[in-house]
């Protein structure tokens, strides 16, 4: 019975034992557990300080700054590189118009020399007299100062030959009217200088006589031409020189057309040089078909061989 008792009393004290133990195990995880929420607790109260921390967002948008810096470094770049582009392309452009406007001085000086214009009437080579009152236009500049300056210049130097080339041209258009009522050229399409002017021995007298003009043989009927431009003043008869066509050019030059066979033309009727007045013959006092041609200038009494030569 006592061994009963004993045996009892220990399996009851082993039984204590062992719910202590439990127990034990668990405070101690239940204390684990606790801390580790303690822990995840503590960790986001920081993550969110940190989150929500102004110090975070400035180092956030310095850094976003900084990206887009790079940014427009690298665009700025690239404008660079195409404004480098552009600016040679113009300078090559700016060089090939120099050449040009120096082509143009050349082709002006050409002009003057061809036109036979007299130095002091017009010179190329210097630039035309301008005036009036100054009016400063701020310059607005987008390129490099020298690249800007030679484009001004260029501008001024087309301007300046501009205006050159009108003057130049209206001297020319100027010097091209009085020229075509200057009379030059032969009368005829084919013919020679059958008496020459001045002094002579008349064909019908055989005495020394003076030929106010110079005769050209031609074969009967050929087509008798204006030397310049004009109109006519006389298509009639006058004494020895039979049928007679007379055209007023202008600026003082007057032409005789005698010993034609037909007239084609009447007083008052203008005339283009070259156009066909009459037909040659042999009218008036005459040894054969032949144009008696006379140039008069301010009423004076010319050599036709020198307009017949122009």
């Known amino acids: 019975m006592s061994m009963i008792l004993v045996a009892r009393s220990q399996r009851s004290a082993g039984s204590n034992d062992w719910l202590q133990e439990r127990t034990l195990a668990h405070r101690r995880l239940c204390g684990r557990f606790a801390l580790g929420v303690a822990l995840c607790i503590a960790a986001s109260a920081a993550v969110a300080v940190w989150v929500a921390s102004p110090g975070s967002r400035t180092l956030e ?15 700025l770049a690239q404008v660079r590189s195409d404004a480098q582009r552009d600016v040679t392309r113009m300078a090559i452009k700016l060089g090939e118009l120099q050449a040009d406007s120096a082509r143009l001085d050349a082709l002006g000086q050409r002009l003057v020399a061809t036109g036979k214009l007299d130095p002091a009437e017009f010179d190329f080579s210097q630039p035309p007299a301008m005036g009036g009152p100054e009016k400063t236009v701020p310059p ?3 390129l490099p100062f020298d690249l800007t300056v030679s484009m001004e210049q260029l501008a001024q130097r087309f301007d300046s030959q501009q205006t050159k080339l009108g003057v130049l041209q209206s001297l020319l258009i100027n010097r091209k009217v009085t020229d075509s009522l200057i009379p030059s050229g032969m009368p005829v399409r084919e013919g020679y200088i059958s008496s020459p002017f001045g002094e002579r021995i008349d064909p019908f007298t055989g005495k020394e006589s003076f030929h106010p003009g110079i005769d050209i043989g031609v074969p009967f009927g050929e087509a008798v031409r204006a030397l310049a431009a004009g109109v006519v003043t006389y298509a009639g008869v006058r004494p020895g020189y039979g049928n007679v066509v007379e055209i007023d050019h202008g600026d003082g030059y007057m032409t005789r057309y005698a010993h034609n066979s037909k007239l084609l033309v009447h ?10 007045i009459s037909d040659a013959g042999s009218s008036g006092r005459s040894t054969g078909p032949h144009v008696h041609l006379e140039v008069w200038h301010d009423g004076k009494l010319m050599n036709p061989i020198a307009y017949v030569r122009r």
């Open 61 to 75: 948008q310095i850094s976003s700054m900084h990206q887009q810096i790079n940014a427009q470094k690298a665009e």
């Open 140 to 142: 607005d500049r987008a």
């Open 267 to 276: 007083v008052g009727e203008y005339v283009h040089g070259g156009e066909p």
